[in-house]
């Protein structure tokens, strides 16, 4: 058993250039690899770990470990439980990978999750939601999120937890039990610290959302309660005596010695105060850096044990610290860290495209009226990559009203019209989350499900034709298809002849008509828009002055039956002149 009294001495390689100096606090620098502890008052966020590639850790294992603690469930309403559901133990049913595929939503996720991937924000996004009341609160949040202080307040606590978490992981990567338990410490003084913190800059930022003030009264009883005044006062009483600690390392050729400071003098100082007046540039190509998050080096570690041995009780009452406060973050705020990084991530898309000049609008949403309205949408999908190279975006607006639950798209190819469909399906999908959609105004029905039929690449494996393929789909498609779900069918039947394609597509059409569910229907039949007043035809727009150039509008019109094509095959030198031309000996 190692002694706990007096000095001890270690012995280094030769030509090590060690100088005597003397240590006040300076074991938290030994203990976490010579690290800068998170300040305890409301001051800078604590440094980023991910620099020096100290791993997160897992969300979801911490989330397992709050789960087993206390679950955060809140079916009866009392008390806040989810920032995200009403029920935060009810989750809505995921999407279909193919209808997220098919409307390009999956390209919308990636660009929300990119950077977020600690959160594990996929299954949250790619889960709408089927309750109006649940879309309100969301709704709420959003708007209150799109306020600075709000935001800001969130985004220091998101900060916090962030830097808790990693401090955590980089813990539980190192071997010496010690600095294992000085970085558990510094990760629960910046939890402490964080958290009343938030307290204050949230009340500051007034929220009016029933989720951020039901957040914030929980937080508030949670920072006034014996656990969270025990683990606070826990943890400040042991920071402090770890600052008291003072030793004293003596270096006598390979020789060191670690012993109490006794008023010995401060070599440190002296070297320090001899060196100002030099110029403190250094060559780039010369400089050593050492990060914050490196585990400790053989002589450092060697020097810690020492020290320990001088303060038995200070570093016993460390090392079971990990134990008494194995799990001390509540379980309520791990869940909205990573929860809000849904509001936060969807927002910083849309300031991001309010900023290119494209609208945003919280859409009024009814589980009765089958309105639609929306006025210059936008397929968000593609208007990221539009932007992204400075392309102009296309708006249109979308319009059912009355009778009206199908609109019938047509007009010349490459004009807009699976586009349109797929912005139809968007609006809906996003509606759904509870967020600003593409627009500057929009009325929508709150569906319960959204299907897609796109077209396929054939499989080899399928025993059965394309069209066969399609009626198959179109099948299951109305196997569980209701009044309140949105169809999105994108040039079917394309495979058949124009005799067969019309017979199946007013077959499909009544079928959709009869049980009253919204649809997009991109097809280039014109007699499908005129089956009855539940349909509506809207066509695709060619500039008058050019009929090769598409404008990518689409209005309510009558179809005309003009698909333009001679202009295509003209532009692409597939006119029969030109093709005689060719083939000519």
Known sequence: MPPAFGSATTTVPQGEPLMARVRRGAQRELLAGSASEPAIDSGAVSPDPSSSGAGPRKLSAIREVAARRAPVRNPSGEGFGSILFLDAGRLPTPAEPQVLSDLNLDQVISALVKGREEYDLGPLLSAPLGDLDTLTYRQGV????????????????????????????FAEKLHNETQRAR??????????????????????????????????????TYVASDRFQGLSADVHRLASQLDEVTYCVFVEGSRVTVGPYSGEVDYGSEIEATFRRFPRGVDPNRQFRRTDWEDMDS????????????????????????????????????????????????????HRFRAAGLGFCYPEVSDRSKQVEV?????????????????????????????????????????????????????????????????????????????????????????????????????????DATERSVIILNETFASATVHDALFLGRKVLDVIRARDALCVYVTFLDELSTLGPETVSVVSQVSPDDPETRTFRLLRQ???????????????????????SRVAP
């Open 183 to 220: 970085w558990h410490l510094d990760a629960a003084r910046e939890y402490c610290r964080a958290v009343p913190v938030f307290v204050r800059e949230l009340d500051v930022g007034t929220p009016r959302s029933d989720g951020l003030r039901s957040l914030l009264d929980h937080v508030r």
């Open 558 to 580: 009558p179809a005309d039956g003009r698909a333009y094509a001679t202009t295509l095959a003209r532009k692409y030198g597939l006119t029969y002149d030109r093709l005689r």
């Open 142 to 169: 959003f708007r209150d999120l799109e306020s600075d202080p709000v935001r800001a307040a969130v985004e220091s606590f998101a900060g916090a937890m962030r830097w808790m978490r990693r401090a955590l992981g």
């Open 375 to 479: 006025r210059e949408a936008y397929d968000l999908a593609l208007a990221q990559k539009l932007v992204k190279h400075g392309v102009p975006v296309v708006v249109n607006d979308v319009q059912l009203t009355g009778a009206e639950r199908v609109a019938v798209v047509s007009g010349p190819n490459n004009g807009g019209k699976t586009t349109f469909a797929r912005m139809f399906g968007q609006l809906h999908y996003l509606a759904r989350l509870g967020g600003p959609i593409p627009g500057t105004s929009a009325r929508l029905y709150l569906s319960d499900r959204i299907f897609t039929h796109f077209e396929r690449v054939e499989r080899l494996t399928e025993m059965r034709g394309k069209l066969m393929d399609e009626l198959v789909r179109v099948r299951e498609i109305f196997r």
């Open 299 to 350: 002589v450092e570690e060697q020097i810690q044990e020492r020290v320990a041995r001088l303060f038995p009780d200070v570093f016993g009452t460390l090392r079971g610290f990990p134990v008494r406060h194995a799990n001390f973050a509540d379980p309520v705020l791990v869940r909205f860290d990573r929860e809000v990084e849904f509001y936060l991530a969807y927002l910083e898309l849309v």
